[in-house]
């Protein structure tokens, strides 16, 4: 027959004092973990580096850089494109960035028993 009130899974207050520790511990770190990214500040090229974008961790874009050749004012499409290109890359790195940051820090929670 199974204990009334307690905890479930059998835990007792004390382990769950020390998840809870635990948690805000990881809670601290992911916290630390997004103001690191969000002070970095990732590049992209597009064009064979015709058109380069900078994206900070805040997923702002703070700047670009063009070449002379590629800015035709007979083709904007193309210079549009690769601006687009540039800009999805630079963002795509930061996301890229960001999961592998969180991942190193949840990696340990196979062991908790949720």
Do not use: H, Y
């Amino acid at each position: 027959m199974a204990k009334r009130g307690g905890f479930p899974g059998g835990m007792m207050p004390g382990n769950m004092n020390n998840l809870m520790k635990q948690a805000q511990k990881m809670q601290k770190q992911m916290e630390e973990k997004q103001k690191e990214l969000e002070e970095k500040v990732f590049t992209a090229t597009a064009g064979g580096g015709a058109v380069e974008v900078s994206i900070s961790g805040k997923r702002e874009l703070v700047g670009i850089r063009l070449s002379e050749e590629v800015v035709d004012p007979d083709d904007i499409e193309m210079l549009q494109d690769l601006i687009i290109a540039a800009v999805n890359e630079g963002l795509r790195q930061v996301e890229e960035a960001a999961s592998s940051s969180m991942s190193k820090l949840t990696s340990g929670l196979g062991g908790f028993p949720f």
